[in-house]
């Protein structure tokens, strides 16, 4: 029989999903950036437009919807640790991805704007270096963001220490 939590809990593991999916194929985006250059702006305008699009707003209704489970279901959230721990460690990735990362994909965006149309200038190798600063960024917060999203599923599935106890 379908309950007002099994819609909860669908509505939650869809908004993660639609939120934080698209995210894992960005690494193959800047891989094929790196390979072919002449896609840096369009690649990186579509990143950053799924994050500051699906990613950040479908990621800020996920919260309200845990809280929404934990509320119907008469849960203790502090006898549960791992679910503390899941909150903390959301609240990192949510305002890391909001306050550092989707700025610099900005910056990054922008900067690429910015370049002069054509082939690079004669002995160049590589992009410039606001630009390789700003990837170098970019890759390292994605790294971050990706073991945080991890972590955060595999506390939510395995629930160490045990799990909610039912009223």
Not at 38 to 57: D, F, H, N, V, Y
Not at 128 to 145: E, F
Request: hydrophobic fraction near 55%; glycine fraction near 8%.
């Amino acid at each position: 029989m379908w309950s007002l939590f099994t819609l909860l809990l669908i509505l939650h593991i869809l908004a993660v999903i639609v939120a934080f999916g698209p995210t894992f194929a960005f690494p193959l985006m800047g891989g094929m950036i790196a390979k072919n250059p002449q896609w840096a702006l369009p690649l990186s305008e579509t990143m950053e437009k799924i994050e500051g699009r699906i990613t950040l707003p479908v990621a800020a209704v996920v919260p309200f919807l845990g809280l929404a489970m934990i509320y119907n279901h008469h849960w203790d959230l502090w006898k549960s640790e791992w679910l503390v721990i899941s909150i903390v460690l959301f609240i990192c990735a949510f305002f890391f991805g909001l306050l550092v990362q989707h700025p610099n994909a900005s910056k990054l965006v922008q900067a690429l704007r910015e370049l002069p149309p054509g082939p690079p200038p004669e002995g160049a190798t590589g992009p410039p270096p606001h630009i390789a600063a700003l990837t170098v960024k970019l890759q390292r917060g994605g790294m971050l963001l990706s073991v945080l999203i991890v972590s955060l599923v595999v506390l939510m599935v395995w629930k160490p220490g045990g799990a909610f106890t039912h009223p």
